[in-house]
């Protein structure tokens, strides 16, 4: 029956374990499959023009404006098709059309020169008992830019709330003319006023080139200018004047390239292009190193479209776009580089929109059909790459590893680089056991080869009971009292590291050369009696000779002043130019190595002291002294136990969260830096999961990490028991 129940036992452990694992696998399945588009229906429109095709936040009510100044819209749940009158006050020939996504707006420009900013006007209404998103659009005042009489060729604006910029392109002869135009509300006792032109700009003598499209970004404050000959021009509004900050061009390496489509990826940082060959890549706002002016640079080149595309257009939930032309269409990522899903169409594609929750596609076809299409891609920023490779994120000056979850804005960037916390997690075990494995093993050979038993059986109790503190006690330690003190206290606690085992070597080695008579006055066991006096006032000396040692060696020079100042911190970050942080790897070396030194003391001390005495006493017999017995018979039989105490202890190190979230400041970083912190991916799930929303791509990407955990602890242990097994094998004696 024990027989029975133990096997049962077994069986259901790794039953156990294995529900784990595939429990865990089934949550991050998701985060790399790709996006899944699949056609709904398909409604027929009027052999009509169109100047801008958009859709709702839902994508439920897509809607295209005519020439004429006309909006068609298109009820979803019946397929109806109605044309709702805008009210310009007067008739208008529309001839440009751009929306403005984040504040729902469009914004048309007239074959006389003039432009009008329109609301959709969503709203939603109760017909035969259910609720039907309806559009009642409104526009604001005509208002003339640029050449009078011209038509509008390309228009664009930006609203930041306390202002708005307009910029137009006209045809002026063979010329073309860029006109920009900012708009502010004043305010006065009676409330908010009209809005008036504060300031008018001629924009064509700053660009170098005859002008195809414009830009504006959400905040107003720049142009971005195409021109035929493929380059772009970066202007920006410094004290009220346009400046010509940048000119570079995109597709410079390909012989003959034009610049077909350009669109503000979300968060308008990043600008997509693509060129009339399909060539397709991101260049992004960003502080070139030693700058101190940021400018676009290239952060990402995509696969070829392979044709002419004729829309480029983004969303406004991700960083993702959809490329268009001809029959193919292709969704694609800007963070990661990644084609979400491409599809070759039996049709050419116009035009198309993307709903604002990212979950409805609309395509015009070349035959006046609208398709409605469902996107399912709820991890569009997650894939391998982005997980495990260096991205070029916006505003980076290059390629890193990086970790944050969360920021400030919708058009965040998400950040979900396991790589610093895995970094984080060898970094913190590393320190850890660097301070822990020679005490650890030290004091276990000493407590069971050459203590007297009856200080052993007080020893080793206590020893147990450490390791039974709770972590968090450990971790409120470090960051309250020990991390200051260590802050301050630098230098002393290097000569502390120096010279006490200076010191120990220095008077053992006396120890040894004592004339006989003088050492059989301390019985075996009790040379400690002598040593821990001798070591106390040690570490006293060196702890107060720190402040010598900082004002001789750790001097540094305040380049303002001139005047020199003994400071570690100070001398560490402009000798190396690596930070220095209160909360650092000596801290979690330090504590999180206390933690595991009576784990690793205790299994050690189990194995040494369970070694048969016949093996001891015949060694001493032939001889031998106690320190040759206990290097030469006793480590290497043992050797089997001692690296079961190794890997135990590892264990425990690679998953400690609460010291390292305590005592470490939590920072994403990759470097060996030992006066940094760092973020482990056992305290990174018990950071970031509580607050992760249920199934996001945080979510499971914290259980990732927790698979990767499971997947070092798997590979250690698997590892420490084949050579364990090994040691045992070899090392045997009885």
């Known amino acids: ?236 509004l410094e004290d009220e004047e346009f400046k010509l900050i940048q000119t570079f061009a995109p597709f410079e390496d390909i012989p003959g390239a034009h610049i077909q489509a350009a669109t503000f990826i979300f968060g308008d940082v990043s600008i997509c292009f693509a060129s009339d060959s399909g060539a397709n890549r991101v260049f992004s706002l960003y502080y070139p190193k030693g700058g101190a002016e940021r400018f676009f640079g290239k952060t990402h080149d995509f696969p070829s479209l392979g044709t002419m595309p004729s829309f480029l257009i983004s969303t406004l939930r991700n960083k993702a776009f959809l490329l268009g032309g001809g029959s193919e269409l292709s969704l694609r990522y800007s963070t990661t580089e990644s084609i979400r899903w491409e599809g070759k169409m039996p049709y050419n594609v116009v035009n198309a929109a993307i709903s604002g929750k990212y979950h409805r596609l609309v395509v015009l076809d070349s035959t006046n059909k609208l398709h409605f299409f469902k996107i399912d891609d709820p991890h569009a920023d997650s894939s391998l790459k982005a997980l495990f490779s260096k991205i070029w994120y916006e505003g980076a000056p290059e390629p890193k590893w990086e970790w944050q979850s969360t920021g400030g804005s919708d058009d965040f960037e998400p950040k979900f680089s396991l790589v610093p916390l895995i970094f984080g997690t060898f970094k913190g075990t590393f320190y850890a056991m660097l301070f822990a494995l020679p005490i650890a093993l030290l004091a276990a050979l000493y407590t069971s080869q050459f203590l007297d038993p009856r200080f052993r059986s007080i020893v080793k109790p206590t020893m147990e009971i450490m390791a039974s503190l709770p972590s968090v006690v450990l971790g409120f330690l470090g960051a309250i009292y020990i991390a200051p003190i260590i802050e301050k206290e630098i230098p002393s606690f290097i000569l502390l590291a120096v010279g006490l085992p200076l010191v120990a070597a220095i008077t053992g080695f006396f120890w040894s050369r004592l004339p006989i008579r003088y050492r059989k006055l301390i019985h075996p066991g009790w040379e400690w009696i002598v040593f821990v006096p001798l070591l106390l006032v040690s570490s006293w000396i060196f702890f107060q000779l720190g402040s010598v040692l900082e004002a001789i060696a750790f001097v540094v020079t305040d380049p303002a002043t001139g005047q020199k100042t003994a400071d570690f911190g100070a001398w560490w970050t402009a000798t190396t130019g690596n930070s220095f942080d209160q909360r650092n790897s000596v801290v979690v070396g330090f504590m999180m190595g206390f933690a595991i030194i009576p784990i690793i003391f205790t299994i050690a001390d189990d194995a040494l002291s369970n070694i048969p005495a016949q093996l001891i006493t015949a060694s001493m017999a032939c001889g031998a002294s106690r320190w040759q017995t206990a290097v030469r018979v006793v480590l290497p039989t043992a050797s089997p136990g001692i690296f079961s105490a190794i890997m135990i202890g590892l264990g425990r190190a690679v998953g400690e969260t609460m010291i390292v979230v305590m005592a470490t400041g939590n920072t994403p970083i990759t470097e060996w830096n030992i006066f940094s912190g760092m973020r482990t991916l056992s305290a990174n799930i018990a950071v970031e999961l509580p607050e992760a929303p249920h199934h996001s791509t945080l979510y499971r990407t914290l259980f990732l990490g927790a698979l990767v955990l499971f997947v070092f602890t798997f590979v250690f242990n698997t590892f420490a028991e084949i050579l364990r097994h090994r040691l045992r094998e070899r090392f045997k004696t009885i």
Do not use: C
Not at 76 to 90: K, L, M, N, R
């Open 1 to 236: 029956m024990m027989t029975l129940f133990i096997k049962s036992g077994g069986v259901l452990v790794i039953t156990a374990v294995l529900g784990i694992f595939f429990f865990i696998l089934f949550q991050i399945w998701p985060l790399f499959m790709p996006a899944q588009v699949s056609e709904l229906k398909t409604v027929s429109l009027p052999n009509h023009s169109f100047s801008l095709l958009g859709v709702d936040e839902w994508g439920a009510r897509p809607f295209l404006v005519e020439p004429d100044g006309r909006m068609l819209t298109v009820d979803y749940e019946t397929g109806a098709v109605s044309e709702v009158p805008i009210d310009f006050g007067e008739p208008l020939q529309i001839v440009s059309a751009a929306l403005n996504k984040r504040e729902q707006m469009i914004i048309v420009g007239t074959a006389d020169g003039r432009f009008a900013i329109v609301a959709p006007g969503y709203e939603s209404e109760e017909s035969d008992g259910r609720q039907v998103v309806t559009i009642h659009p409104s526009a604001e005042k005509v208002t003339p830019i640029g050449l009078p009489g011209v038509p509008i060729l390309d228009i664009a604006y930006g609203d930041s709330g306390s202002s708005k910029l307009v910029v137009a392109l006209q045809a002026n002869g063979n010329n073309r003319q860029v006109s920009a135009a900012i708009f502010e509300r004043k305010r006065s006792l009676m409330g908010q006023g009209k809005e008036e032109a504060v300031g008018v700009f001629d924009l064509t003598s700053l660009i170098p080139g005859r002008a195809s499209k414009v830009l504006v970004p959400g905040t107003g404050d720049s142009v971005i200018v195409v021109t035929e000959d493929g380059k772009v021009s970066y202007l920006l």
